[in-house]
C-alpha cells in the first residue's frame, strides 16, 4: 500500500487495529493516518503490526497524527505509529500523536515502536512529537528518544511543520512525488 491517506476514528474491540492497516505483510510506504485508534491490543497509529515470520513488513515514510490506547490490561501494547515491528523494518516515520496510552505493562508501549518482540527488525531514523502523553496504566513508562530505538528521536512543532524536516527524510515533494505541502495543516499531505 503506497501514497495513502486516512482521517477518522476506529474503535475496536478485537485487536491487530491501525490506521491504515491492522497487519502490515508488505510494504506501506508514504502514508499519513490522521486517526485516533482504539483497540483491545496490537493497536497503532498506522499499523498494528508489522510482518510476521516468512512475511517481512516494510513501514517507510508515514506518520500518524491521532490519539493511539490500547485498553487490555495484560497484553495492551501501543505505539505511536506501531504497536509492533515482528520481522521487517520501521524507518523515516514521525509519530505526532498527542498521546499513546495503554493499560498494560511499560515494556509494551513506545512512541513510535510499541514493542520489536524478537528483536529482528530494522528500526532506523524515526521522530515523535516531543510533548507527547505517553500513559502506562499498571506502570511508569521513561522515554528513551533515539532516532534508531522504539520512541523514535525528540522533534519539536517548530521542527516537524517545516518541509524541511520531512525533505530531510526522504519525502519527495518534487512534481512527481506522492507528497504535497499543506501551507494550513504545516504537514505534508498526500
Not at 170 to 186: A, E, H, K, R, V
Request: with cysteine; charged share 15%.
Amino acid at each position: 500500500m503506497e501514497n495513502c491517506s486516512v482521517e477518522g476514528v476506529i474503535i475496536s474491540s478485537g485487536g491487530y487495529i491501525g490506521g491504515v492497516a491492522g497487519l502490515n505483510a508488505g510494504i506501506v510506504r508514504n502514508c499519513f493516518a490522521a486517526v485516533d485508534v482504539t483497540g483491545l491490543r496490537l493497536v497503532g497509529g498506522v499499523a498494528g503490526i508489522n510482518g510476521y515470520p516468512g512475511f517481512p513488513g516494510i513501514l517507510d515514510r508515514c506518520y500518524a497524527t491521532g490519539a493511539v490506547k490500547a485498553t487490555d490490561v495484560t497484553d495492551g501494547a501501543a505505539g505511536g505509529v506501531i504497536r509492533a515491528s515482528a520481522i521487517g523494518s520501521v524507518q523515516n516515520c514521525v509519530a505526532l500523536n498527542g498521546s499513546v496510552e495503554t493499560g498494560s505493562d511499560p515494556s509494551r508501549i513506545g512512541r513510535v515502536v510499541g514493542i520489536d518482540p524478537v528483536g529482528s527488525s530494522i528500526i532506523l531514523n524515526n521522530y515523535a512529537r516531543n510533548d507527547m502523553t505517553v500513559t502506562v496504566g499498571s506502570g511508569v513508562y521513561t522515554v528513551a528518544p533515539d532516532p534508531d530505538g522504539e520512541d523514535g528521536a525528540d522533534v519539536s512543532a517548530a521542527q516537524y511543520n517545516t518541509q524541511s524536516f520531512w525533505e530531510g527524510l526522504g519525502y519527495d515533494f518534487s512534481i512527481t512525488g506522492p507528497w504535497i505541502w499543506n501551507t494550513i495543516l504545516q504537514l505534508p499531505v498526500i
